[in-house]
């Protein structure tokens, strides 16, 4: 396997699919069958007591499952969610973004299966643990 889509095509890709959000990550490495991305944390990400909220945790796991995918198989938007779990592990450290590791452990003709170590940016221990399911559209 190799990949399809480039970081700058991924991120052209995020600027015009979904421009409610591309300025939120960064895409930081990718490679075949792994992505790693940074949510860009301001105060939008906070929840009461300063720190990360979940529901953006949730988000950066979830794009970066998306756009490994994509990295895959190629611009298709319409590859989406089907299944996923969040497993919160420690407070994220304030005032620092988040950074997710990903990797795809399957890549199917109909199903992609990806798992997501989310870590403070410079703490090498798990903020959170995500794992996704993403179907894939059939090729027209």
Do not use: W
């Amino acid at each position: 396997m190799r990949l399809l889509m480039t970081i700058d095509e991924l991120k052209a890709f995020l600027q015009s699919d979904f421009p409610q959000v591309s300025g939120e990550f960064t895409i930081e490495d990718l490679g075949e069958m792994r992505i790693r991305m940074r949510l860009n944390v301001s105060e939008r990400h906070l929840r009461p007591g300063g720190t990360v909220s979940g529901p953006s945790i949730f988000a950066l796991a979830d794009v970066a499952v998306y756009l490994a995918v994509l990295a895959m198989i190629g611009p298709q938007g319409l590859a989406v969610t089907t299944s996923s779990s969040l497993d919160f592990m420690r407070k994220p450290v304030a005032g620092r973004d988040l950074i997710a590791e990903c990797r795809l452990l399957k890549l199917g003709r109909v199903l992609a299966v990806g798992e997501v170590l989310v870590f403070s940016d410079g703490d090498d221990r798990p903020v959170a643990r995500a794992s996704m399911t993403y179907s894939i559209p059939p090729k027209t």
